[in-house]
């Protein structure tokens, strides 16, 4: 069965200092991807990041980047130079090929930002 | 006007109502979920559909029903509501295909049942 685990339920970070949000999944499939996704306050839902099982690059999209460990089966997410609205829920997520689709999430992680 | 529409956005209702919410979108996407939220279990899908023939069970589907009425609407029932199915409840859509579809989220439906 597919899984993913974010052990952190809460994380502190100093504004302009960088912080990693850890992930590790469980999947014997050969082809998935990993999501993170930001829940600010207001619920919405904000797509973060992607990478694909086959990606030899970490991925990087502006001051997020995922530190991608396929032997650990980790797949952290750094955000560099926090801002104070980063201060919110991420969730780690994955989809499996062979699975029809289904996009499985972790239980999240809650950052806040200190000035 | 966002792309996946949730309606209603808040609702309380009694236990033993039956309740709708609905969901419907524009993005042309083939496949649409259901998920609910609660503190510290993250997002566990409901249910999901690949078209409008196509429904299948999530992890946690008891206590709930969908309808597929049509590719762009996608609507879930809770046929005799119960407080702990109190949550937040989101629609997602995306494109059919492999692993790296992203998925796009409705604004959700904070639903709960007294």
């Known amino acids: 069965a597919q899984k993913i685990t974010q052990t952190q339920p809460g994380m502190f970070v100093q504004e302009k200092e960088a912080v990693t949000l850890d992930c590790t999944y469980d999947?014997?499939?050969?082809?998935?991807?990993l999501f993170w996704y930001k829940q600010p306050s207001s619920g919405e839902m904000i797509f973060l990041i992607y990478?694909?099982?086959?990606?030899?690059q970490n991925a990087t999209e502006g001051r997020y980047s995922l530190n991608f460990q396929k032997a650990r089966k980790s797949a952290n997410l750094v955000i560099s130079a926090s801002q104070l609205g980063d201060s919110a829920m991420y969730f780690c997520?994955?989809?499996?090929?062979?699975?029809?689709?289904?996009?499985?999430f972790g239980q999240g992680t809650e950052l806040s930002v200190k000035p | 006007d966002a792309d996946v529409t949730q309606t209603p956005r808040n609702r309380i209702t009694k236990t033993g109502k039956r309740i709708m919410l609905e969901c419907s979108q524009t993005k042309g996407h083939d496949r649409m979920y259901w998920y609910r939220q609660d503190p510290g279990l993250g997002l566990r899908l409901i249910y999901y559909s690949f078209d409008v023939k196509d429904i299948n069970k999530g992890e946690i589907s008891d206590g709930y029903s969908v309808s597929r009425q049509a590719q762009a609407k996608f609507s879930l029932s809770l046929e005799s509501a119960i407080p702990n199915q109190t949550a937040l409840y989101f629609c997602?859509?995306?494109?059919?295909?492999?692993?790296?579809?992203?998925?796009?989220f409705g604004q959700g439906t904070r639903l709960t049942v007294v």
């Open positions: 997602a859509t995306s494109l059919s295909g492999g692993e790296n579809t992203e998925a796009f």
């Open positions: 997520a994955m989809r499996v090929r062979n699975q029809g689709g289904k996009l499985i």
């Open positions: 990478q694909g099982s086959y990606d030899e």
């Open positions: 999947t014997s499939d050969q082809s998935y991807g």
